[in-house]
Nanobody, 124 residues
């Protein structure tokens, strides 16, 4: 079992930055690839970013955040981060982290564990 707890959301003006954190409980955090998804009101949950297991050598981003968001992991702290820069109003959503042992990162069904989400609101 893995429990995930996100933090770091908030209200920020357009062009600003936020850094989300997701702390995992349980063993073997390094064995899980980690992903970030987001869900805006009335929309489906969508992929934002993912990082491979172990050292996190491979990272993945949706086209909408590529070049603005950066995902990293700290296995010693059982934590995955999402640095969000140059935020836009369309980035407003609840952000969720998730863990998977599969090699597929882009789809919600690939993930076994989910956090409760943290709200990000970007004002125009």
């Amino acid at each position: 079992q893995v429990q995930l707890v996100e933090s770091g959301g908030g209200l920020v003006p357009a062009g600003g930055s936020l850094k989300l954190s997701c702390v995992a409980s349980g063993r073997a955090f390094r064995h899980y690839a980690m992903g970030w998804f987001r869900q805006a009101p009335g929309k489906e949950r969508e992929f934002v970013s993912a990082i491979s297991y172990w050292s996190g050598d491979n990272t993945y981003y949706s086209d909408s955040v590529k070049g603005r968001f950066t995902i990293t992991r700290d296995n010693g702290a059982n934590t995955v981060f999402l640095q969000m820069d140059s935020l836009k109003p369309e980035d407003t959503a609840a952000y969720y982290c998730a863990a998977t042992v599969r090699d597929s990162y882009y789809y919600t069904r690939a993930y076994d564990y989910w956090g409760q989400g943290t709200q990000v609101t970007v004002s125009s």
